[in-house]
């Protein structure tokens, strides 16, 4: 015993027997930290360890056990803590033993690991916050010099002045084709990669070298810039000497008169000396600072070694991939730190509800991944997205602000939509970017067609420009009836899109990809003509309607749009009080005080205001008060889950009473079963509109049902 006795000393450990009588005899030395927390302590004298701690008592119960039947080598204790005479703190834990028939305890002082690895921690979690400061600065230089080369390039400045701007900038900087060839790069691109000089695009373009290194990361990177939008992030880049560095980009779209992408400005930093982390830092940050999640990084190793898995067992993974709705906007609303709670408080919602098994992950931004390994079938797939959507949606509250925030969520499965971690993820990607498109608060299987939903959307852009003028859109129009009394009929007028080759397109498609060029201008302008037309022609027939619009945000924003409403209402003749515009909530949020003016003028002279898809975006009621609003319509999210979801119910009677008091009426969209109309009824709502009672009609049906309305029951 004695050997073991001088290792114990040596390791810093205090053995002791444990006799019958609770009498707990020292088999070594007293180690230093030992006499610490107690002074008279004497080897081979009996210590009362039960007083000394009483965490040890509940210990000894197990200890018994223990050495009556020893399952195991050893029972651990679990650590605790006391306090010393000097006030400091031990970590402490108790070992029970059997060793020839003899109960020993063995107690360990782990005070000094804990501080070791707590400040290793500190100190790596101050590298990552530093790093992450780093970073910023370095990415406000970088979009602060793409956005001057933006916009000189916008206004055509000569070549050759841009290239004096960039020649000697510390970033190397290229601008290029869309295609990736060369119009102009400077000397610190050079002297990274061996490129070919200005205006020689026979070498390979680091573009697409740049492109298919990100692609790993960043899957949707050609889905970015192909739809012109502004791309960031950063990845591992190989020399041509075939040594490695991390690399910093950022590309931005230059976009010509037409809408096109003309330029691809590029930015890009060697961050290599950022990136080399201990192994401990390695560990801190894999996790996202804000949210405490697992990082992107973190991520895709999680999501490579579990395919790997699933390719070796024969078993399924599915990735889910959720994205906050209009996030960008809600941020803009808030400040920074609220932000950061909307996010964290999304993700302990979200890391609440899926199993301990599956791995969530916190992307960056308002993005998050879900990687469920499975062998269960599609069904529980689809009940697992339909749950996160339905915890992001719950009310929450941020700045004393009750806000409604959904998100969009993709879905893509392994082995079955992708053989590999990049492939699976670019599939998510298109899956929520297809959900988006159709309408926030969706998910979307990957489906073979998305990708040619994808192509879909280029046509679009591509073919709506000549639907005016090739007579190939056209409007119908949708009545609302009226809860209470009222002296018109009230119908929204709803575009539709004939293609030629591709038929009806909806203009949940169109609509989006027209608003975000000018060509929402063009069309609205023409719906406008062509509902107060109509609306005219309704009324030489005796059949006195409303006709509401709809109106983008950015059609408001066009400084002639007041003068263009009185133009046409003075054209065609249709008298103000006939014409309502429908805005929606959250573009009416965006700039609020220009949409102010442009409302109150029109309203003015009769036309009225009604907010649309309200209750998605902010619903503090709060700013309702000041706004210039006739009516409010309520999000069909709200409607269709009543009567099942309370929540819904409750908010939707809210909205009708304030919007009561503050003498505005309520429109009800989306209504589709008796019993939401029964509800609806019952809380007061003024108006619904939905499938239940009309779909969207050709003008020509209007007439009948005017002339019947006075004897339509609606009524089971
Ligand atoms: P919105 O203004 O909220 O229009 C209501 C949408 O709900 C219409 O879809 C309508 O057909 C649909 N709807 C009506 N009742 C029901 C129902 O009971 N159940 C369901 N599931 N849907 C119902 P639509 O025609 O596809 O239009 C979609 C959106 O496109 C519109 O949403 C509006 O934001 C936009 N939009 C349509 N026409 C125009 C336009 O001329 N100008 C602009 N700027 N946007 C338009
Ligand atoms: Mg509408
Ligand atoms: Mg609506």
Redesign the pocket.
């Given at each position: 015993m004695s050997l073991f006795a001088k290792l114990f000393s040596d390791m810093g450990l205090l053995a002791v027997e444990c006799r019958p009588g609770n009498r707990f005899v020292p088999l070594n030395d007293i180690p230093a930290w030992f006499h610490q927390l107690c002074s008279d302590a004497y080897p081979g004298e009996p210590l009362d360890l039960p007083a000394l701690f009483p965490f040890i008592e509940h210990f000894l119960q197990d200890a018994e056990a223990f050495w009556q039947q020893p399952a195991g080598a050893r029972l651990g204790s679990g650590v605790w803590t006391e306090l010393d005479g000097q006030g400091k703190q031990h970590q402490l834990e108790a070992y029970a033993l059997l060793y020839q028939q003899i109960r020993i305890l063995l107690l360990v002082d782990l005070t000094q690991t804990f501080d070791a690895r707590h400040q290793v921690y500190q100190r790596a979690r101050e590298i990552a916050l530093a790093q992450e400061k780093l970073v910023a600065a370095l990415q406000r230089e970088q979009r602060k010099l793409q956005l001057k080369l933006q916009e000189m390039l916008t206004r055509n400045a000569p070549l050759s002045n841009i290239a004096e701007r960039i020649q000697h900038h510390a970033s190397a900087v290229m601008v290029c084709k869309p295609d990736g060839s060369v119009e102009l790069l400077n000397q610190a691109l050079m002297d990274i990669y061996p490129v070919a000089a200005a205006g020689d695009a026979s070498g390979p373009s680091v573009l697409n070298q740049w492109v298919r290194e990100a692609e790993t990361l960043y899957p949707e990177i050609h889905r970015v810039i192909d739809t012109g939008a502004w791309w960031e992030g950063e990845f591992e880049s190989t020399l041509p000497d075939g040594t490695h560095k991390w690399v910093r980009l950022m590309i931005g779209p230059v976009l010509d008169e037409q809408q096109q992408v003309s330029h691809l400005v590029c930015v890009a930093n060697d961050i290599s000396g950022l990136r080399e982390p201990s192994v401990e830092l390695e560990r801190v940050t894999d996790y996202d600072l804000t949210t405490q999640l697992p990082n992107r990084r973190h991520f895709w190793r999680v999501l490579t070694r579990e395919i790997d898995a699933c390719r070796a067992s024969g078993d399924k993974l599915a990735l889910l991939y959720l994205d906050v709705d209009n996030f960008k906007r809600i941020n803009d609303n808030f400040d920074h730190q609220a932000g950061d709670q909307l996010l964290t408080t999304l993700s302990s919602r979200l890391a609440r509800n899926v199993k301990k098994t599956d791995f969530i992950a916190h992307l960056g931004g308002d993005e998050f991944a879900v990687v469920l390994r499975t062998d269960r079938r599609q069904l529980d797939v689809n009940a697992v997205a339909e749950r996160l959507l339905g915890v992001v949606r719950q009310p929450l509250t941020v700045d004393s602000q009750t806000l409604h925030v959904t998100a969009s969520l993709g879905v893509a499965c392994f082995p079955d939509h992708a053989a590999d971690a990049a492939a699976l993820m670019k599939h998510a990607d298109l899956a929520m970017y297809h959900a988006k498109q159709m309408g926030r608060n969706h998910y979307q299987l990957f489906t073979r067609d998305l990708d040619d939903a994808f192509l879909h959307r280029v046509i679009v852009q591509k073919d709506l420009g000549n639907a005016i003028t090739h007579q190939e859109l056209r409007l119908v129009y949708q009545p609302q009836i009226c809860i209470g009394d009222d002296a018109f009929l009230r119908l929204?007028a709803l575009l539709r899109w004939q293609h030629p080759e591709r038929g009806l397109i909806s203009p949940g498609v169109f609509i989006p990809v027209a608003e975000e060029s000018d060509l929402i201008n063009q069309l609205g302008r023409w719906v406008l003509e062509q509902a107060c037309t109509q609306a005219r022609a309704f009324l030489d027939r005796k059949v006195p309607v409303v006709m509401?619009v709809?109106v983008s945000a950015r059609q408001i924003r066009a400084s002639d749009f007041v003068a263009h409403v009185l133009m046409v209402l003075e054209q065609t003749g249709l008298p103000p009080a006939q014409l309502e515009l429908?805005i929606t909530e959250t573009a009416l949020l965006e700039d609020r005080e220009t949409y102010s003016q442009a409302l109150r003028q029109l309203r003015e002279i009769g036309v009225s205001i009604a907010l649309?898809?309200f209750g998605s975006g902010f619903s503090s009621l709060n700013y309702l008060k000041n706004l210039p609003v006739d009516r409010l319509?309520i999000d069909q999210v709200f409607i269709q889950e009543i009567p099942h979801n309370e929540e819904s119910k409750a908010i939707t009677a809210t909205i009708v009473k304030l919007a009561h008091e503050l003498r505005m009426k309520v429109v009800a969209?989306g209504v589709e079963t008796w019993e939401q109309l029964r509800f609806l009824r019952e809380i007061g709502c003024d108006y619904a509109q939905g499938f239940l009672l009309f779909k969207p009609l050709p003008a020509d049906e209007i007439d009948a049902i005017y002339r019947n309305l006075s004897s339509l029951r609606f009524e089971p």
């Amino acid at each position: 015993m004695s050997l073991f006795a001088k290792l114990f000393s040596d390791m810093g450990l205090l053995a002791v027997e444990c006799r019958p009588g609770n009498r707990f005899v020292p088999l070594n030395d007293i180690p230093a930290w030992f006499h610490q927390l107690c002074s008279d302590a004497y080897p081979g004298e009996p210590l009362d360890l039960p007083a000394l701690f009483p965490f040890i008592e509940h210990f000894l119960q197990d200890a018994e056990a223990f050495w009556q039947q020893p399952a195991g080598a050893r029972l651990g204790s679990g650590v605790w803590t006391e306090l010393d005479g000097q006030g400091k703190q031990h970590q402490l834990e108790a070992y029970a033993l059997l060793y020839q028939q003899i109960r020993i305890l063995l107690l360990v002082d782990l005070t000094q690991t804990f501080d070791a690895r707590h400040q290793v921690y500190q100190r790596a979690r101050e590298i990552a916050l530093a790093q992450e400061k780093l970073v910023a600065a370095l990415q406000r230089e970088q979009r602060k010099l793409q956005l001057k080369l933006q916009e000189m390039l916008t206004r055509n400045a000569p070549l050759s002045n841009i290239a004096e701007r960039i020649q000697h900038h510390a970033s190397a900087v290229m601008v290029c084709k869309p295609d990736g060839s060369v119009e102009l790069l400077n000397q610190a691109l050079m002297d990274i990669y061996p490129v070919a000089a200005a205006g020689d695009a026979s070498g390979p373009s680091v573009l697409n070298q740049w492109v298919r290194e990100a692609e790993t990361l960043y899957p949707e990177i050609h889905r970015v810039i192909d739809t012109g939008a502004w791309w960031e992030g950063e990845f591992e880049s190989t020399l041509p000497d075939g040594t490695h560095k991390w690399v910093r980009l950022m590309i931005g779209p230059v976009l010509d008169e037409q809408q096109q992408v003309s330029h691809l400005v590029c930015v890009a930093n060697d961050i290599s000396g950022l990136r080399e982390p201990s192994v401990e830092l390695e560990r801190v940050t894999d996790y996202d600072l804000t949210t405490q999640l697992p990082n992107r990084r973190h991520f895709w190793r999680v999501l490579t070694r579990e395919i790997d898995a699933c390719r070796a067992s024969g078993d399924k993974l599915a990735l889910l991939y959720l994205d906050v709705d209009n996030f960008k906007r809600i941020n803009d609303n808030f400040d920074h730190q609220a932000g950061d709670q909307l996010l964290t408080t999304l993700s302990s919602r979200l890391a609440r509800n899926v199993k301990k098994t599956d791995f969530i992950a916190h992307l960056g931004g308002d993005e998050f991944a879900v990687v469920l390994r499975t062998d269960r079938r599609q069904l529980d797939v689809n009940a697992v997205a339909e749950r996160l959507l339905g915890v992001v949606r719950q009310p929450l509250t941020v700045d004393s602000q009750t806000l409604h925030v959904t998100a969009s969520l993709g879905v893509a499965c392994f082995p079955d939509h992708a053989a590999d971690a990049a492939a699976l993820m670019k599939h998510a990607d298109l899956a929520m970017y297809h959900a988006k498109q159709m309408g926030r608060n969706h998910y979307q299987l990957f489906t073979r067609d998305l990708d040619d939903a994808f192509l879909h959307r280029v046509i679009v852009q591509k073919d709506l420009g000549n639907a005016i003028t090739h007579q190939e859109l056209r409007l119908v129009y949708q009545p609302q009836i009226c809860i209470g009394d009222d002296a018109f009929l009230r119908l929204e007028a709803l575009l539709r899109w004939q293609h030629p080759e591709r038929g009806l397109i909806s203009p949940g498609v169109f609509i989006p990809v027209a608003e975000e060029s000018d060509l929402i201008n063009q069309l609205g302008r023409w719906v406008l003509e062509q509902a107060c037309t109509q609306a005219r022609a309704f009324l030489d027939r005796k059949v006195p309607v409303v006709m509401a619009v709809n109106v983008s945000a950015r059609q408001i924003r066009a400084s002639d749009f007041v003068a263009h409403v009185l133009m046409v209402l003075e054209q065609t003749g249709l008298p103000p009080a006939q014409l309502e515009l429908e805005i929606t909530e959250t573009a009416l949020l965006e700039d609020r005080e220009t949409y102010s003016q442009a409302l109150r003028q029109l309203r003015e002279i009769g036309v009225s205001i009604a907010l649309d898809d309200f209750g998605s975006g902010f619903s503090s009621l709060n700013y309702l008060k000041n706004l210039p609003v006739d009516r409010l319509k309520i999000d069909q999210v709200f409607i269709q889950e009543i009567p099942h979801n309370e929540e819904s119910k409750a908010i939707t009677a809210t909205i009708v009473k304030l919007a009561h008091e503050l003498r505005m009426k309520v429109v009800a969209e989306g209504v589709e079963t008796w019993e939401q109309l029964r509800f609806l009824r019952e809380i007061g709502c003024d108006y619904a509109q939905g499938f239940l009672l009309f779909k969207p009609l050709p003008a020509d049906e209007i007439d009948a049902i005017y002339r019947n309305l006075s004897s339509l029951r609606f009524e089971p």
